[in-house]
């Protein structure tokens, strides 16, 4: 699997990603995860431009890195970290 996350520098991509949230746009640069592969597909469909069914495949391996969490040891994780957040 692709590696999604940016586990070097997690903590501040985070913080700094929620400091910029009330932005129109965060900087690619500073983002806690990769960006998906490929670019966003449509197709025409009569004259109107739809949002493609084939952008679930670019998003099939954040899908299945989030269903793989253990959330109770994420917040264990949180915890112990939180003096660095």
Same mark, same amino acid.
């Given at each position: 699997?692709? %590696? $999604? ?10 913080? &700094?990603?929620? !400091? @910029?949230?009330?932005?129109? =746009?965060?900087?690619? %640069? &500073?983002?806690?995860? =990769? $960006?998906?592969?490929?670019?966003? $597909? ?6 109107? +431009?739809?949002?493609?069914? !084939? @952008? #679930? ?5 954040? &899908?299945? /890195? #989030? %269903? #793989?969490? !253990?959330?109770? %040891? +994420? &917040?264990?994780?949180?915890? =112990? /970290?939180?003096? /660095?957040?």
């Amino acid at each position: 699997m692709v %590696k $999604l996350v940016y586990s070097e520098r997690i903590i501040h991509s985070i913080l &700094v990603t929620v !400091d @910029n949230l009330p932005q129109q =746009r965060v900087p690619e %640069k &500073v983002m806690p995860l =990769r $960006l998906p592969q490929g670019g966003f $597909l449509v197709f025409d469909s009569g004259g109107s +431009l739809t949002m493609s069914p !084939d @952008n #679930a495949h670019r998003y099939a391996p954040y &899908v299945s /890195l #989030a %269903k #793989a969490i !253990d959330s109770g %040891k +994420l &917040v264990e994780l949180y915890m =112990r /970290l939180y003096p /660095l957040f």
